[in-house]
């Protein structure tokens, strides 16, 4: 895939845009009706307050059943007049990272009674396209927005989400001051860099992803950083996309220089296309050169050989992701609370000593 400087946007509800008049939450006015009682009161009693009689408070609770509302969600819900729809603004789905957090967040939403939009951004880059989602969003009443962020993008659309509107970003920066998940990209890549000094390499390569990435920069860093604390000489280090082609551009010159034993490559993908152009000049995997890469995509188990790889675990991401939005909507203030995931070291049959 290469880079874009634009991107395209569009917004899916099970597959089709939902309209805003049904995605309308009940105000609490409907409540108060469904009831026979004053907007106060039902006010009252999702606020736990003490001077309601038992009676009333019940016709209350069972107005907000019938319409369909989690007692959890029903304070803020009702209170602002939106829905139970989450919106999710999502940088590039046809990757695997995107596409599994959207997954992971998919399935938490539904443990939660919760239903997902989803606004696909297409393109590297895409400010502009970031924005008009937000837009169509806010317009359709999501309750709160979930941010997967791994490009500096978009920060510029978070902008546009009013101030009542509970922000999540996963995979975003510290300096956005939003609630945030993000796998710990920098504890990745000195994870996987040490695995292969630990095999006795005297350095590693790395093969980067696109530089307006987070998760690329910071894996680069812990590149870096693990290099320098074990003492070892730091090699010229290679970018390519988050492509097999482009890994493969990449595993071109790496073939060619002699001394290098060991690549830790930005992703799977990227390691697949470093792993057919080694083939291609003789040299084998792991026998010659040993290889770590990133992700833990479900084809990484098949490649030939089967792909050592940091796996992140994306359903924890969607599981934090959402608890902090309920929180906010629950308190009806936004959060900067931060949570950030452990990677993992899957080992399997890329990696050996030095030849």
Not at 217 to 246: D, F, H, N, Q, T
Request: hydrophobic share 45%; net charge negative.
């Amino acid at each position: 895939m290469t880079d874009a400087t634009d991107g395209e946007a569009t917004v899916a509800s099970g597959g089709e845009a939902a309209h805003p008049e049904v995605l309308r939450g009940p105000v609490m006015s409907d409540v108060a009706a469904r009831a026979g009682v004053s907007h106060q009161t039902v006010s009252r009693v999702i606020n736990g307050h003490p001077n309601v009689a038992t009676t009333t408070r019940n016709r209350v609770l069972t107005a907000i059943a019938e319409l369909g509302y989690r007692r959890n969600l029903s304070a803020r819900v009702l209170a602002t007049g939106r829905s139970n729809v989450i919106g999710v603004v999502a940088q590039n789905t046809t990757l695997f990272g995107p596409s599994s957090m959207v997954q992971a967040i998919g399935e938490a939403a539904l443990s939660a009674d919760l239903s997902l939009t989803v606004g696909h951004i297409a393109g590297y880059d895409a400010s502009s396209a970031s924005r008009l989602v937000v837009d169509r969003l806010m317009q359709q009443g999501a309750a709160g927005l979930v941010f997967i962020a791994p490009v500096d993008a978009a920060a510029a659309a978070m902008k546009k989400v009013p101030d009542g509107v509970p922000i999540v970003t996963v995979d975003g920066l510290p300096e956005w001051r939003t609630a945030n998940v993000s796998v710990d990209q920098y504890a990745g890549g000195r994870l996987a860099t040490r695995h292969l000094l630990e095999r006795g390499h005297r350095t590693v390569w790395h093969v980067a992803g696109p530089e307006q990435w987070h998760g690329s920069r910071a894996r680069e860093e812990g590149w870096r950083a693990e290099l320098a604390a074990a003492g070892c000489e730091e090699p010229p280090m290679l970018r390519a996309g988050w492509s097999a082609e482009s890994g493969y551009a990449c595993g071109q010159m790496l073939a060619r220089v002699a001394d290098c034993s060991a690549v830790f490559a930005s992703n799977d993908h990227v390691a697949l296309g470093i792993v057919r152009a080694m083939a291609e000049h003789g040299r084998s995997i792991p026998d010659d050169v040993s290889l770590v890469g990133f992700d833990d995509v479900p084809e990484s188990a098949y490649f030939s050989p089967a792909l050592t790889t940091i796996r992140q675990e994306f359903a924890e991401v969607g599981r934090e992701a959402l608890r902090l939005l309920l929180e906010q909507l629950q308190t009806g203030t936004r959060s900067a609370a931060s949570v950030l995931v452990e990677p993992v070291l899957v080992e399997r049959s890329t990696v050996g000593p030095p030849p």
